[in-house]
Every structure is written in structure tokens, then in C-alpha cells.
């Protein structure tokens, strides 16, 4: 024998006692995770008890009100939507155009690196400094005002790192040999990034532009330093009028409210009723973003799995 | 007095050698399956004699780095793979891929060197100390003494002693594969499996490597695969030739080089066919 | 990769469209630079304004921030302290709970297992930060008051750990790409010699993977630090320079969404004041990005 048995004895002892601690650590990080979600569920649940009562169809028709019996959201989401709106009309082409220029017609020299650094450091900056920047720049020096119009394009300016990136991350998802097959075919680079490229990366960039949404949807703070009102008791002016040129733009120069920041005004009162219109709007706000994020999870799995190269 | 297993058609075993001595190890039968069902080897039928080396070779995707993981259970690591039949090892008769068998326990007695060198991000006092701290070595002077002895044994000694705690990667492609033998040597293992150790090797470093082989047999049995037949016929007392899953020929290493029985063995080392 | 002109079918005005759309594309990107150099020069102007009224040394060294009162004081220390404080016991809370999670889906889960887990943790990070401050202070705080007995309803503590809650997803997504980065050949040496999951984990990965892991922690400290809706709610608007985090207090980005909404107008200290807060701020969490920058590419490097 070349070992004795006590010798192997003691070595499956070790193992024994080795694979108890793998155990029990695997146990305690599954109990960590777990926990972390489990809390998140009862906040989530907590806030439902508490206010879906008052999502009925009259919330949504309703402004907000000095009394919670006949508060709604009727501005904030209106407010929501247009602003979003604007958002994503700025922030979609200059992003995506931003990305493209990158990954197919830059060349490596300090001036993309400089770039490159630029939009790394920016999706690293608190948003509550976007607002001051529009607070300044927008509100003031512009003359634009504490309106739609500068909300918008404070939140394009949040969300540019992230569509940018995104569309990197699409561009450079597709193999240079198609890349090749184009431009060998005589295409030029504008004729294969529409032909070809961007057609194909169209699933990366649209999950980048709702990952940017959802955020834009959600986040408070840069909105609440460009003046955007906790208190509106009425809507824009409608985009379509029944006067020629039947077109209205006045709607972009209007003052708003928008869900989070109704939901942070009805938070703020001391008084339980605008506590759970807080905790309604919240329920609302949540499926919103939450809904937004799923199908940004989905698409991006189901883009990874359609095209195989 | 134990007889070798069942043969498989047009294996030759050779079985006047192990009439006289208990072989390390046994595969008897030996099927494996990867996860999806693909078959990779078939029925095998193998000895390792004591104190020897046994080389495997064969045409790529032949199938004996499969063969070769199956001995320290490595396929283990990745779900659906599956073991038929037996690898017994002595002494003790123990099938370790027995399903009552823990693959650590295993690995605790069968250490493996590479393809590629893979020193822990450490420094080379480390890398050979882990596995004595994984079986729960404490007192530095022993460890101390196990990793010089483990150096010494890989030939590696003189030229780290006086670096042993500046980091492994530091060192040459030659150097960091000693270094993972000497980390396979400090635990006193039964069996040493190769898996290809020089392919990743220049010229130079190859030969020292294979000088080691030669040196450490009389200490531990040594199951290698490799791709480059000379080497086989350089450095091993025993080869088997695999080609796609089955095990064509086995036998003394100048008897399969220079008579083989199998006309395919034959056409392989002729290089009629890679 | 420009194709050569034909010499059969000369196309002028292809290239010019081509060139127009090339300016064009080159003007969005950029917009990068521009954006940076607005920023940091709206916030050094303005900055300055406030500068000229209050000198530096007062900011920097004054214990008490009070701006809007009638004798105005002006150190910042009140409200850095209070951001420390917050994201500090953010960072207890995300730090243990978000590498046990990735040491776990990356070495231990089964595969069913993590493709639960994952995409489930990533959704804690889409939950926006208004109604982290709701759970904040209408839930977490009224069970932290049966617990600590005196507990303010606004208190640094509630509103720390919900920050917590609110980037375990960046410690743990983060983390968990470090050590997937670590090769499989490194960690097939470790099983070859007898060690088991936890010491293949602790061993060898845990440190092959250091340098991402921390630049994780960098950059869940740095969205903590300019976290401002769980603080606006929860920890009240008093500045107050103190450590004890049962206690209220105002962060650098509560302090400038309390004077935004009070509708400062334009021109005055009070304004201006919130600029030079904000550069406190960018210069804060631009240091983490670095540094978080830097560590990133070292771990890149090593592989």
C-alpha cells in the first residue's frame, strides 16, 4: 500500500469539511440575493396595497389638486410623454450619428481618443449636474425658458452617452467581412452604413435608445433644477390646432410637470392622502419604466440569437 | 496476481509485462459521452504500468484529451458530460469514476500539467505552495521545505530560489511550465497526466522538459499526450495509438514504432495519414 | 477604406453627398467635447461669480451652510460630510451583498439559476429614484423607528441603505464580468490540484480579477455620491455637519434641488451658490471616474 489508511481517512475529512464551507457560502450568497430581491418585492408590493385604490380612470383625467380627493396625473404624464418626445428627438439622431461616425469613419488619432474619453466621463456624471448646466445655458442664456423644449433637451443631453454607446456596441457587432463585401460592391461608406449597417444593428440601437428612455422617464433631479413646476393645473396648448397652418409648436414653450416629479411634490406633503396618490403615481411610473426595461432585456436577447454570423 | 481486462478487437496488450507487477492503473471498458450525446471514446482498454510513462497519440480529435481528463475527473466540471465502464486504480482496486467516488479526492491523488502553462496570477512561492494550502498545510516550514523539494524535483530550483516571491508570470514559457510541474509535483501525487506540456514549447525548453519526464518516473507514473510522435518514442516505455474514440494499438514503445501489429498504426507513424 | 473613383462613371455628386454626410457625422460626435466644455465651463463661470463674494477659504473650511439665511454662512463641509456619510453605508450595504452575489452567479450557480438571477438584479437598477425615495422614507424609516427607538422621520441612515439597495446591480453586474474575464485554463489549474469551488474562488479568481472588482466599487461609489432623490426625500434639507447617520441631513445634490425648487432667482449668491456646490460635486465624482478608469485598465491589461 502506498498510503496508510488513517492517511486517507483524514485526507476525505479535509475534503468533507472543504466542501461544507462550499456549501454554506453558496447557501449565504443565494440568501443575499434572494434578500435583496425579496425587499425590493415588499417595497414594491407595500407601495401597491397603498395605492392602487386610487388608480382609477379619473387619476389619469384629473390634475392635481389641493385636495387628494380629486388629484390625478393628468399634467405629469402629458407633461411625461412631450418631453419625452422631444428627447428622443434630439438625442436618437445626434447619438446615433455620434456612433456611427465612430465605429466607421473615424480614424485612431488623439481626436477620437478625446472623444472617446469625453462620452466615458460624461455617462459618469451625476444628472443633477445636467441640470445645471440647462438651468444656465438653456434657461438663461438661451432664453428658452422653464419649458418643455429645455426639458427635452436636457434629458437628450443625459441620455447621449448611452445611445452612443449602444450603437457603437450594434456597429461593432456586425463582422468586418461584410463590411468588405459592401465596400467591395462599390458602395461608398454612407451607401454601406445605410444599406447594410445600419439595418443590421438596428436591434442593438433600439435597445440603447429605450435603456435611455426608460431612464429619461425616470430620473428627477435635472428636471427639478430647470424649473420644472411641482404644481400645473392645466395642459400645453395641443400640437394640432384647427387653424392653419394647423401645426403648433407653442406647446414647446410651455411650463410642465412630468410622473416623477408630481410623484416627489405628493411625497414631500406631510398629509397620508397625498402619501398614497405618491404611492399610485409610483405604481404607475414603475410599470412604465419596468415595461421598458423588459423589452429592452428581450430585445437584446432575441437580437443576440436571431443573427448568427 | 491480477489478469488484464477483456480485449477489445486488435488491441494487443502485451500482457507478459504486467504478469509480473500490479499496474498503477486500469481503464476497463471505458465509454465517455459529452453533454448533447456525442460519443468520444470508445471501449477502451488500457494499463499504466508503475514507475513508467505511457504515451497517447494519435491524429487530432482521436480522442486522448478526453481519455487523458477522464483520470482526474476534469470533465466533471462542465454538466451532461457522462462516464461508462471503469478506471481502477492500485493499490486498492478503487474505480474512480465510481459515482460514491468525489472527484476531489481524486485530484487529490492525480495531479495535471497543461497544454498551455497556467501559473496562478501569484508569485512562484505560491503557485507551488497552493495545493499544499488546499489540503490544509499550515506550518510554513513545511511548506517552506515541499515547495523547495517540489522546484528541486522540476528542476527549477536553481534558477528561482532567489525570486520566489516576485510573480510567476515573470517567468519564461519554458520556466512556467517547470513551474507548474514542480505545483503538480509538491503534492506528492500517484499519477502525473501531461496533456500536451510542450506543444506551446520552443525546441530548448522542450528537451529540459522531457529530460524531467524521463527523471521523474521513478517517482510517480505518467500518463502524457502527446501530438509529436518522436516524443513518444523519446521519452515514453509504453504508447497507445487512438484513432476517432478507439484505442487501435497498445504495447511496448519499441514494439509500436518499429513493429506495429495494426496496419492503421502503421500508416500513422509512417505519416501516411496526421 | 475609400473605393477609388471609376474612370467609367465619374459620380460628382456622390461625393459631395458623401462629404456633406460625413461633416455631418463628424459634428455629432463631436458634440462629446462640447457638451464637457459647456459643462465644466458653465460650472467654473458661474463658480466664479459665487467666488468673488465668498472666499474659497470660508467654503472650504466654514463648519455651517447656511445661505438663505439672513447672516449667511457658506462652508461646503455640512453637505460634503452628509454625502459621505450616505454613500458610505450605501457602500456597506452594496458592496458585501453585490460581490456575494457575483462570486456566487459566476462560480456557483447553475446555469438555470443565474439566468434568473441576472437579468432580476438588473432590474433593482431600473426602479427610478423617486420611488426609491418613497420606499425610503414611508417604509424603510418607519421600520428602522421600531428599531432604533428616536429615529427622525429624515435620517441619513434610511435614505443610505435604500442607495444601497439601488446600485447592488452595478457592483454586482460589474464584478461578475471581472471574474468571467479571468481565463477558464487559470481556474482548471486550481480543480486539477483538489480545491473546491470556494477555494478556486477566493484563491484565484477573487484576486486575478482584483482591479475590476474595485473599479466596481469605484463606480457604484461615484452613481451613489450623485444619487439626489432618495437624500431630497428622505434625509431632509438641513445641512448639518455631523457623522451619526441617525440624524437628518442635506448632500451636495439635495442642497441644489432644494434651492432649484425654492425658485432662487437669478444672479444672487443663493443661485450662484449652487454651481460651486455642483463643481464640488463633478470634481468628486470625476476623480472616482478616473481612478475607476484606470483600474479598469489594468485588469484589462493583464489578460
Redesign the interface.
Known amino acids: 500500500?502506498?498510503r496508510p489508511d488513517p492517511q486517507i481517512q483524514a485526507?476525505?475529512a479535509?475534503?468533507v469539511a472543504?466542501?461544507r464551507w462550499d456549501h454554506i457560502f453558496a447557501l449565504t450568497a443565494l440568501a443575499a440575493m434572494l434578500f435583496c430581491v425579496l425587499v425590493l418585492l415588499a417595497l414594491i408590493l407595500s407601495m401597491v396595497v397603498d395605492g392602487y385604490h386610487r388608480i382609477t380612470p379619473d387619476f389619469f383625467t384629473s390634475f392635481p389638486s389641493r385636495m387628494a380627493e380629486r388629484s390625478g396625473i393628468l399634467s405629469a404624464w402629458v407633461g411625461s410623454l412631450l418631453v419625452i418626445s422631444v428627447t428622443i428627438l434630439a438625442a436618437v439622431p445626434v447619438g446615433v450619428a455620434a456612433g456611427i461616425y465612430l465605429e466607421i469613419y473615424a480614424k485612431r488619432n488623439w481626436l477620437m481618443d478625446l472623444i472617446e474619453i469625453n462620452i466615458t466621463n460624461l455617462a459618469g456624471v451625476p444628472p443633477i449636474i445636467y441640470g445645471l448646466l440647462a438651468l444656465s445655458l438653456f434657461v438663461h442664456t438661451w432664453g428658452l425658458g422653464e419649458s418643455v423644449l429645455t426639458a427635452g433637451l436636457t434629458m437628450a443631453l443625459m441620455i447621449l452617452p448611452v445611445v452612443i454607446m449602444n450603437t457603437r456596441e450594434a456597429i461593432r457587432s456586425i463582422p468586418q467581412s461584410i463590411h468588405e463585401a459592401a465596400y467591395a460592391l462599390g458602395a461608398t461608406k454612407g451607401q454601406a452604413t445605410r444599406d447594410h449597417l445600419l439595418p443590421y444593428s438596428k436591434g442593438g440601437i433600439l435597445t440603447g435608445v429605450i435603456i435611455g428612455t426608460a431612464t429619461a422617464v425616470g430620473e428627477t433631479a435635472p428636471l427639478i433644477v430647470i424649473g420644472a413646476l411641482t404644481f400645473i393645473a392645466f395642459l400645453p396648448p395641443a400640437p394640432i390646432t384647427d387653424v392653419f397652418p394647423f401645426v403648433s409648436f407653442a406647446w414647446l414653450f410651455d411650463p410642465f410637470t412630468v410622473m416623477p416629479i408630481q410623484m416627489f411634490n405628493w411625497v414631500s406633503r406631510p398629509q397620508p392622502a397625498f402619501h398614497e396618490l405618491a404611492a399610485a403615481a409610483g405604481v404607475v411610473l414603475m410599470c412604465i419604466t419596468l415595461a421598458m426595461n423588459a423589452l429592452a432585456i428581450w430585445l437584446r436577447y432575441r437580437y443576440r440569437k436571431r443573427i448568427r454570423w | 496476481m491480477l489478469h488484464p481486462a477483456s480485449t477489445a478487437p486488435n488491441a494487443s496488450h502485451g500482457s507478459e509485462i504486467f504478469a509480473q507487477a500490479e499496474p498503477k492503473a486500469e481503464a476497463r471498458n471505458l465509454n465517455f459521452f459529452y453533454s448533447g450525446g456525442v460519443q468520444a471514446l470508445k471501449s477502451i482498454n488500457l494499463h499504466l504500468a508503475a514507475n513508467s510513462v505511457t504515451a497517447l497519440i494519435g491524429p487530432s480529435g482521436c480522442g486522448k484529451s478526453t481519455f487523458l481528463r477522464c483520470f482526474?475527473r476534469?470533465h466533471d466540471?462542465y454538466?451532461g458530460n457522462r462516464y461508462e465502464g471503469q478506471i481502477v486504480i492500485n493499490?486498492?482496486g478503487i474505480n474512480i469514476l465510481g459515482a460514491d467516488i468525489?472527484p476531489?479526492?481524486v485530484?487529490?491523488r492525480i495531479?495535471?500539467v497543461?497544454q498551455?502553462p497556467?501559473?496562478?496570477?501569484?508569485s512562484i512561492y505560491e503557485n507551488v505552495a497552493?495545493?499544499l494550502?488546499?489540503?490544509?498545510v499550515r506550518q510554513s516550514g513545511l511548506i517552506d521545505e515541499k515547495v523547495e523539494d517540489a522546484l528541486r524535483g522540476a528542476a527549477l530550483w536553481d534558477e528561482v530560489k532567489d525570486r520566489l516571491h516576485q510573480l510567476a508570470f515573470n517567468l519564461s514559457g519554458g520556466q512556467q511550465q517547470r513551474l507548474?510541474i514542480a505545483?503538480?509535483l509538491a503534492?506528492d501525487p500517484?499519477i502525473l497526466l501531461f496533456d500536451e506540456p510542450t506543444s506551446a514549447l520552443d525546441p530548448i525548453a522542450t528537451d529540459s522538459i522531457e529530460d524531467l519526464i524521463g527523471h521523474l518516473k521513478s517517482k510517480v507514473t505518467i500518463l502524457i499526450v502527446t501530438h509529436n510522435m518522436h516524443q513518444a518514442a523519446r521519452v515514453s516505455n509504453h504508447t497507445a495509438f487512438m484513432h476517432m474514440g478507439e484505442l487501435i494499438e497498445f504495447g511496448p514503445t519499441d514494439v509500436i514504432f518499429t513493429n506495429p501489429k495494426v496496419k492503421r498504426t502503421e500508416d500513422y507513424i509512417t505519416g501516411r495519414y496526421g | 477604406m475609400n473605393p477609388t473613383r471609376s474612370r467609367f462613371s465619374p459620380q460628382p455628386a456622390r461625393h459631395v453627398k458623401e462629404r456633406v454626410v460625413h461633416s455631418l457625422l463628424f459634428l455629432s460626435a463631436m458634440s462629446a467635447i462640447a457638451i464637457t466644455l459647456a459643462v465644466v465651463s458653465i460650472l467654473v463661470l458661474e463658480s466664479m461669480s459665487f467666488f468673488r463674494e465668498v472666499s474659497l477659504r470660508e467654503f472650504l473650511t466654514d463648519t455651517q451652510w447656511t445661505p438663505l439665511f439672513a447672516d449667511p454662512r457658506y462652508g461646503v463641509m455640512p453637505l460634503v460630510g452628509a454625502t459621505l456619510v450616505v454613500t458610505s453605508i450605501g457602500l456597506l450595504v452594496a458592496v458585501p451583498l453585490g460581490t456575494l452575489a457575483a462570486l456566487y452567479l459566476g462560480e456557483f450557480a447553475?446555469?438555470r439559476v443565474r439566468e434568473f438571477f441576472k437579468p432580476t438584479l438588473e432590474m433593482l437598477s431600473s426602479v427610478p429614484s423617486v420611488v426609491y425615495g418613497y420606499f425610503a422614507l414611508l417604509l424603510v424609516t418607519p421600520l428602522l423607528q421600531q428599531i432604533i427607538p428616536g429615529l427622525p422621520g429624515f435620517n441619513m441612515l434610511s435614505a443610505g441603505l435604500v442607495i444601497g439597495v439601488s446600485i447592488v446591480p452595478f457592483v454586482s453586474s460589474m464584478s461578475e464580468d471581472a471574474m468571467r474575464a479571468v481565463?477558464m485554463?487559470?481556474r482548471?489549474?486550481?480543480?486539477?490540484?483538489?480545491?473546491?469551488r470556494l477555494?478556486t474562488a477566493r484563491?484565484?479568481v477573487f484576486?486575478?480579477a482584483l482591479s475590476g472588482i474595485v473599479a466596481a466599487y469605484i463606480l457604484a461609489m461615484s452613481v451613489a455620491l450623485g444619487q439626489t432623490m432618495i437624500v431630497a426625500i428622505a434625509a431632509g434639507q438641513q445641512a448639518n455637519l455631523t457623522l451619526d447617520p441617525t440624524q437628518p441631513a442635506a448632500t451636495l445634490t439635495a442642497y441644489i434641488a432644494q434651492v432649484a425648487i425654492g425658485d432662487v432667482a437669478h444672479g444672487t449668491i443663493a443661485y450662484q451658490s449652487i454651481f460651486a456646490v455642483g463643481l464640488v460635486l463633478l470634481l468628486m465624482t470625476l476623480v472616482l471616474n478616473i481612478l475607476g478608469h484606470f483600474m479598469r485598465r489594468r485588469y484589462r491589461e493583464?489578460y
Open positions: 500500500m502506498s485526507v476525505r479535509m475534503i472543504h466542501k | 482526474n476534469m466540471l454538466p493499490p486498492g468525489d476531489i479526492e485530484r487529490m495531479s495535471m497543461f498551455k497556467n501559473p496562478f496570477p501569484k497552493y495545493g494550502r488546499v489540503r490544509g507548474c505545483r503538480a503534492t500517484e | 447553475p446555469s481565463p485554463d487559470i482548471e489549474g486550481s480543480y486539477a490540484m483538489g480545491a473546491t477555494q484563491y484565484v484576486p486575478a493583464s
